[in-house]
Structures are given as C-alpha cells and as structure tokens.
C-alpha cells in the first residue's frame, strides 16, 4: 500500500464528511428563525382566526383592542367572546365550554405563541399608531385556521425592519427609520 | 450642542469632609481610597505559579473553562421552543384596566397625626407605587419616603393570612363569636375594657369610637404615639389647655428659629416644599430666609441650618426663655400672665453661646416679626416646647398654623393602664395596631399586667411582639386595602382601597363595627358605608362623593380657631427651664429615620435607606459627640455599654461631628423580636424611655463605657469616596452676591472623540443644592420604581449596595460644629462617558437622546465600567438579589423595568420607561412632548422641587433655563466627560457682620 493510500482512502474522506456535518449542522443551528417557524400549539378553544377574521372579516383590534393604548395588544377577555356567543353557534362543543367558562369565571391560559426574552419592552403603540399592519410581523393570520408562528421574535427581524420599514409602512408615511438604540426596547 | 457654563473663576477648593478617618488622614483612610472595592472584591492571594492574584483559590483560567461549558450546554439545552408559556386574559375584564396600562387612584397614609394624601400606581390591580396627591393644596403631588416605601409593607410575606386563636387557624365567623362574647361577658359584668390605638386623625373612625363607647359604656380608649413626643403633648395642654397639632407655613417665614426641631428630614412634604421655593435662587438678590438651629443632637434640619450652635436639649428651654426676656427688652410685648422672672437676663450659663451670635439672633427675630417663627422637636424637654409657644406668641408668627388635635396617651398614661391591668381592673384588651408591649420602656412589667387581662385580642398585620401576649388575633388589611377619611388644611381627604384584600384579612374598623351591632347598637353593614353616609351627609351642594373619591379630597376652608396662648402657664415652664441643668451625659431618644417606632422596622427598603446623618443602614448604634469620644477613648464601631437607671444596653458607638458636648443620640424603633427582616437588627431604645411625659426622649445622667470589641458597621458614607475633588459647591449669599459667577469653572479639555449628536432631544437634568435637604425621598422614589434590590447588612458593609441614586453627605470645617452640603449622586449620563469606551462588549453605549444607556442582556459583569466611572455610581448584582423572590415579594415589582439577575451591572437609567412611554404617547396624539411632562421616579419624589429633569435641546425647558443659573457647575467638569447633570451650587445664609440680614 502507498504511503498515502490510508490517508486518501479513509482520514480525508473521513475528514471531510466530519467537516462538512459540523458547517451543516452549526448551519442548520444557526439559520434564522429555525424554531420560529411553523409553531402552532394546541390552544384551549379552537379559535380560527381564518373564519373571525378571515371570512366574517372583524377588525384585529375588535379583539386585540389594548394595542393601540397599551405596550400588549392583549388577549381578550371571555366575556368579549360572549359578546356574540351568547346566541351564536350555541350548539358547538367548543362554544359550550366557553360559556362555561364565562358563568364560573375561572381561567382561561391560552397557549402564547408570538413571545418576547424578558429583557425585550416592545411596545405594539408606535407600531400600529403609524399605521403598520398586523400582518408585517405576525404573518397572514386571517388565512389562518391554526394560530401560526410566521416570524421569530429575533431582534435580527426587529431590526432588519427598523432600518429600513418602507415596506411595512403605509404609502406615502414620512418615517424612514425606526429606533436603533438598546434603551428604545432594553431596560 | 455645548452648554457654556459661566466664566472661570478664582480656583479656591474648599476643604470638604465625609469620614472622621479622611478629616485626620489615617494610612488606613488613604489606602482604602485606593483600593475601588471592598474586601471580599480585592483578590486576597496570589497565584503560586505566576503570582498574580487569585480569589479564593479559584483562577479565571478555572472560571473561564466552566462557563465555557455552560455556555455550550446552555446553548443545546436553550434551542427549544416547547413551553412559551400562557397567556390568560380576565374572564370579565374590568372596564377601567387595559392590561400593561396603569392606573392611578388618589388614597391616604397615616402615621402618627400626619396624613399623607397620595396618588397609588396600580398595573392590572396591583399597588407598585405611591406618590403625592397633587390635587392636594399643602401636600403638592409629594409625601414621604415611608409613605413610599409602604407599598412595600402590602406585600409583607409576614402578615397574618387568617384569624388566630391561641396558636390555632380559625375561621372570622368563630374568631367574631369570641370577641363579641368576651366583650359582652365585660358588658354584662360592668367591668372595664382598654382599647389601645394609634393616633385618631379620621373623624369617621373618631365617630365610629364614640358609637362604640355608647354601646359599651364600660369602654376606655386610649390613642398612642410612642415616638412622637410626649413632651409636646404636655407642652401644648399646658401653654392652650388642649391638645394641639403644630403645622410650619415655611411659605411665610423669614427667620426660622428651630429648638431641635427636624422639620426637613422628609416627613412633612409641605414643610419642604416651601423651604425648597425659599432656596431655589435665581439671583443673589431675591428673598431668602434664614434658618438658625439649636440642637443637642446633629439634625437633618441642624445640617440645613444657616447658622447652628450646639446646645444640650436640657438647657434648650432656659435658652429659649432667654431669648423672650431679650426681645421683651427690645420691646415686644408678654402675654398677658406671663412671668419671666425666673429667668437671669443674657446668655443662659452652662452653653457656649457666642455673645455676637447672640445679638445676631435676637436682633434677626426682632426685625422678622411676624415672619419669624420658632418650631421645637417633638423630643426636646416640655419646657423647650412651652418658650416656642411664647415666643410665637409674642412674635405672632404667621409661619406657624396651629390645630386643635385629638388627644393623645402619654406614657403616664399607658403606665396607669398597666397598674389598672395589674390590678384586675380590666376584662379585656384590644390591641389595634399599636405595639405597647415593645413600645412601652417596662416591657416586663408590661407582660406581666397584661397576663392579669382575661381576655386580650389583637388587631393588626404582622404579628409583633403584643402579638405574643394575646389569645385572639385578627389580622388587619394593609391601608392599600381600607377604607378611611381624614382632615388635614385645606382638604378632607379620602383614603380608598387600590386592592382588594390579599388574605382573610378584615380592615379594624369593621371589626368593631360587628362588634357594635354584637352588642346591640345600630351599625351600617361596613365601614364604607359608615363612611360613605356621613360623607353625603356632609357634602356641599355641587359636590358628589364619586367626584371625591376621584379627587382623594374635598376642598375645605379651615373652621378651625387657633388655640390661644395661656400666660398664665409660663412662669411653672420658666422655672423647670431654670432648674434644668446638664447632669453628665445626655442621651436623645429620638424615632428612627427608617423604623419611626418601630412600625416600619419590617420594610426592607427603608432599612437599607441609608440614615441621611450618620448614612448607617441596618442599624442603630449610639451615636457619641467628638468631645465626649475623645474623652472616653470611644472610635468608630467600638461596642459600649449605654446605662441609664437600672437599664444597659451594649451596642456600638458612632463619633458624629457637630453633636453638642455631652449629647448622645440613638433612635428608636431597632432591635424589634419579630418579623423575618426587623428581628435582631439593632437594639431596642425603648427601655431607656423615661416615665415622666415632660422629658420621656432626654434622659440624663447616662452612663457610658467601652464595652470592649467592635462590630463592622453596615455604613455607607465611607463608600464611594472620591479623593478630596471639588465635587460639592457652597456658596453663603453674600460671596454669591459679591461674585454672582465667583466658583471656578475647569478648562475644558480637548476630545479625542467627535462631539455626540443629539437630533431630537438631549435628556438633562439640574439639581440645585441649595434646595435638597438631604432627605432621601429621592432614593426611596428609585428603589420602588426601578426595582432596585435590597442586598443586606453584610453585603452593605461590603460596599454594595444597590441604590440607583445616593446622597453624598459632605462635612466641612471644624469637627465640633461643621458645614454640611447634601449632594445627590446619579449617573451623570456623561456625552464622553468613561464607562462606555472600556465595556468589551458594547453593553453600555450612548443614546441619541443622551442617555448613557446599559442592556443588561448584553452585559457579562467585567465590572471594567465601574472600575472606570469617575462618579462611582454603577452598581454590580454580586449576588442574585431579587430572582428567587416568590409571590407576594415580586407583586410589588415594577413590570415596566427589568429585574436584574447575578453578573449584571446596573445604574440610573434616567427612568427610560417613563421618557419611552410619554414619547409613545405623544407621537400617539401628534403633538410634541411637554416640558415637564416626563418625570424621573426622584424628581417627582423630591418634595423641596430640588431636582428638575428635561430636554436640554428645547431653549424654553426649566431645565435648559437652570442650567444658565449663575450657581451652575458640573462634578468634575475638568476631566471633560461633560455630563448632563448640572449642579447649582448650595447657598447657605450665615448672619454675617455687617452682611445683609433676612426678609
């Protein structure tokens, strides 16, 4: 046997397929978002936003209504729900147990899907006071039979926006930029 | 943008002070100048290989080989997006909470006779904070720093969740059973029952008492305030035959005599708030007052004072007697009855009055008028009050209102109970919110006729040592929770619930309520309802309770006649002024600035707030005068052994400069037995309390010895020191008006770096010395709305404490009677900050609205920052602090401020929240931000209106205004890192020889 030929044959194709698993695998660890997509708990109410806000065509804010008053746009409360489901498919399981729900009073834990590190204060008001639609951020949700996560809350995608948010702007907005300094979120 | 500050000027550095150690120069002083931190920081040996230092035995290589191991299992073990957590909405949300937005509710605070109107910050149903009420005509939007820090006592782990009897948990339909019987068994057999609460200031729960006495005629109540000062009590019965509440108008003052009085030191919002419109000069020729001190011990008020003299307490009444004879001489007018033969003309003897000094303050007194006034402190001896009362009569003193109060138990009083109880007079005792059994100065003998009572109930929070010697227990709501009214000038004011209660917990009131109706009286449901008909009783037309409750007050015209002057009481009070001569040492029993009498001795905040005087946390040592310590060979932290009577107490010993010879100060309210924070932490004064009202806070002939030993002093003046620069200007006003721009300025130094640019705003803010008393509002107002942690005594006398803003106490002159200058000290949000450029991972960087801004995410606690801040005010999580808190501790968080966790460092943000939040709010409605409308935690805290926060780009801001104030400089300017806080420089206002005088 060459000298060479049990380096040629085995260490560099071994070396190699070693190489080429760590920059594919620390590349599949690193790419953005790569947990962020595609998460859909399972949530206590089977609530499609496809259908309320997708077919029936309600207001984001009809529900979410904090958002452009409060840092969190808030999920609503069950007496909200019931606003319309007192008399509306009374019949559904699901309705049932909401109305349950609101007679005895007791809590209902949504399973969060869109979250935020502790140390991040964003503020959905100057956001949605300057016209961004909900969609730039939390993906097409009235298509949406299954709250989807669409993008992750990396600060990479807050900023990615922020320096240059045309896109997410409405038409004809004189903003060019958005905040870039740690105090603006971080505190 | 370049704010020109004035021109130089002459450059004279006055000698300025903060330690005994730095004054004389000890090579231990100088060392520990040098060294940036603490044992315990230092590495303490070196490495035996390359003999650099290591700490304990563990080497960074160690250190670093670790946390590379944990980073890489944190990183497999933190890709995972399972558990997000939940959200849960209300299931009927209450109209008025939009989640992450707060609300605000006006209530009331009580201690003592003062009331404190304030405004109550809730998010999503919680109290975070408390501020004043600034409908509130005396008050303004300020309070107190134990008002501020009583949010804090809401969320005590320690209170009592449920009725108790006799060690048992019981049910408030069974424990209402017992006391309703026990108290008609007492009914029945006619025999006596002793209520004991705190002061009555509501007259809701004045009218509920009486309806209570009616049904149960054999009723005896009595109201203490322990630390308040029986000898005022007596002094005001006997010089108006009733009890009154003295209330200082500073607004009208242009000579303020105090008699040991500590009018400045935070508890009385209005009190600063005047003094603080008096002091904020803008030139030297606008109206200034002037304030003489004689006080035995170092005041806050003392250290404010324009001209102080020692005087020992005992001799304050001869001397203040001696004053009324001189200005009789000059003319004024006695009283008519009044004697003042008792007293020998002139300087009284055994004080070292300066005859020049003298004739200054006569003839200041004399000139003011009716805009003199003389205030006395609740301590001094009842003689001392008396000659006040005299000379504000004589004066007729505009500056001084004068109540009718409610009366209040002295500790004669208390001591007559006792010997009832001991003797079997009593079938019941009804402990409400009080604490006798650690209050009273015979505690055994207290236990002892309590023992005799039958039946003993206890009404309050946190179990306390009265506590112990009682079978029922009733747990109290927090005043968060309750409901009450009271009458303060000005304003009827309404205290509201902000929660609902936390535990089975009942408001006092209402128990007595039900016990009224037990008893066979008429009674309304609840204390609320009580209230609320005696209110639409009373209601002007155009007026409605809800608009009321809205406002926390109703505005009043005051009824009320002022008490009028006896002379007759004089000539008793002259000669107990004239008998009353210094026997040896003389000790001053005085309420702690943190604890009071001890109510508060369970909040940590206010343990670690350091006392504005001798900056001692945690702790109560006996603080001993320069004269008296050299005497006795007596150094700092020495342990010695206090006797007055048959009574000693060992603890340590501080040397306080500018204390009269032969004083001794120790505050009350430390060395409490119960309670997870205030066990164990000091020593109980109490037991040294006299028996006789008149002088119960000044006893004399005490006793004191080197016990032998040292304790380690939680303190933290030594801390933070800053090597002899000029940091703290002080100007008297007639330097100011002979050189309105007299203080130097330092060259400015040339930048490496470009001049940062501020496109839209530039956060600033100027704190006028003149104005801050030293109080330490400011530092309470941060630690509740920055979350600021509480480290501990241990972890204070290693220097770390955590406190965002501090107060700089500076002495300067003479060590028997010094000048003193109160300095707050923030970050000074630096345009070139040191800390910035050495941080290796960018997690301290600058804003561009100015802010010197730190994300702690990014931080990995090199520490190089604080190593390189010249004004020593960023502070390191050493330890972790606040993260393993439980409900209800972290209820009281502020959510809108992260908490920091272990290796972080942190500092003064500015309160980036609230500027974040108005910005938002204002770009929300289109329109610009408002001067004033953003407001830091200690600005909106600070009663003297010292510190001023704004937009240095805006020309017409207050704060750009300040800044051109010829009193204008920054701390350490000349190192050229241009912060962005200015300071005015303090302004004293000594009566000089042929200088101006007052008014």
Redesign the interface.
Known sequence: MHRFDRAFRFVLPAAAVAILATISSVGW?TQPD???KG?A?EQPIPFSHELHAGTLRMKCQYCH??V?????A???????CMGCHKVTRTDRPAIQKLTR??NS?????????H?L???V?F?H??HV?VGIVCQSCHGEVQTMKVLTREMGTRMGNCLGCHRDPHASLPPGSKITKGAE????C?? | MKTRLPDHGPLETPRFWRTLEERIETPEAQQAAHDEFLPGVVPTQDDDVHGLPVQDGFSRRDFFGLVGAAAALAATVA???KG??????????PVEI????ANFYASAFQEGRHVYPVLVKTREGRPIHIMGNDEHPGVKGKTSPRAMADVLRLYDPDRLRAPRLEGRTLGWMEAETQFHKALQTAKNAGKSLLLISGAVASPSRKALLANLRTALPTLEHLAIEPASGDAAEEAAKASFGQPVDIQPRLAKSGVILSLGADFLNGENPEALAAWGTKRRLKNAHEAFNRLWVLEGPLTLTGTNADQRLPVAPSRLGAVAFALAKELVAKGLPLPPGADLSAIAAGIPQGTDLPAKVWSNLVQDLRQAGRKAVVLCGAQMPAEAHQAAHLLNAMLGSEAVAMQPAEPLATVKDLEAAARGMAEGRYAALVLWDVNPAYTFPRATAWKDAVAKVPFRAWIGQVPDEAAAQCQLLLPENHWLESWDDFTTAGADVLQQPTIGTLYDTRQGEDVLLGAIKALGGQAPASYHAFLKERWQQSLPTGTSFEQALHDGLLKTESKATAPAFMGSSVAAATRRAAESNPEGLELVLFPGFATHDGRHANNSWLQETPDPITKMTWDNPVSVSVQDAQALGIQEGDLVRLSVDDTTLSLPAVIQPGQAKGVLTLALGYGRNTGSVAKGVGVNAFPLMGLDPASANVRKGVRLAKAGGKKELSRTQSHHRMEGRDLVRSLTLEEYADHPQGHHHGPELVSLYEDQAFPEHKWGMVIDLAACTGCSACVVACQSENNVPVVGPEQVARGREMHWIRIDRYYEGELENPKVVHQPMLCQHCDNAPCENVCPVNAT?H???G?N??????CVGTRYCANNCPYKVRRFNFLEYTAYKTEPETLVNNP????RPRGVMEKC?FC??RI?DVK??A??ESRSILDGEITTACMAGCASDAIVFGDLKDPKSKVSQLVANSRAYRVLEEIGVKPAITYLADLKNPAVEGGRHAI
């Open positions: 660890f790569r947990f962020a998460y708990p209504s904090g452009d008053r409060s840092r969190h808030g999920i609503p409360s069950v007496d909200l729900i609101a009073g007791e809590p209902l834990p949504w399973q969060r899907v979250t590190p502790d140390h204060f503020d008001r100057p006071n300094y740690c105090a603006a971080h505190r | 890709c995972d997006r997000q957590g939940t959200i849960v909405p209300y299931t009927k949300r939009v989640p992450g937005v960087n804003s561009p609205e802010l801004q730190m994300a702690y995410n990014r809108e401020v992260t908490v943000s980036v929240q974040n938002i709010r770009k929300g």
